[in-house]
């Protein structure tokens, strides 16, 4: 049987690491959208940092910066195993967008964790 100290013990381990975790989710907190074409749709992420140079921190954002660039280059991103067989949003190429084939940008939610890219 665990006694009282034990289970106070257990308790703020799992709280530090709950609380590190927290942190390290923030620091790389990766923005996913879905980019729609004409003949197919991908998820794409973004930094926050990426999202501020093109001008804002939303689809339109992206959007935007899109028509008037006219392409802009991104991280596709899919669905992997990480290493501890946990499934994840990970970035898989880095890939050209351009704007006479994309028809939406949308932002995109995801139940598993988000890899940020290189």
């Not at 034990?6 to 381990?13: L, R, S, T």
């Not at 954002?61 to 949003?89: F, I, M, P, S």
Request: net charge neutral; glycine share 8%.
């Amino acid at each position: 049987m665990l006694s009282r100290c034990d289970v106070i013990k257990g308790a703020a381990v799992a709280l530090l690491t709950l609380s590190i975790q927290g942190a390290w989710a923030q620091e790389t907190k990766m923005n996913l959208f879905k980019i729609v074409t004409v003949k197919d749709e991908i998820i794409i992420g973004l930094s926050a940092e990426e999202l501020q140079a093109l001008g804002g921190s939303d689809a339109s954002a992206v959007a935007h910066a899109l028509a008037q660039k006219g392409d802009l280059t991104v991280w596709q991103y899919n669905v992997h195993r990480g290493q501890n067989g946990e499934l994840q949003q990970a970035p898989t190429a880095k890939v050209g967008l351009l704007a006479n084939a994309s028809l939406r940008v949308e932002p995109y939610s995801t139940p598993y964790q988000i890899v940020p890219h290189p």
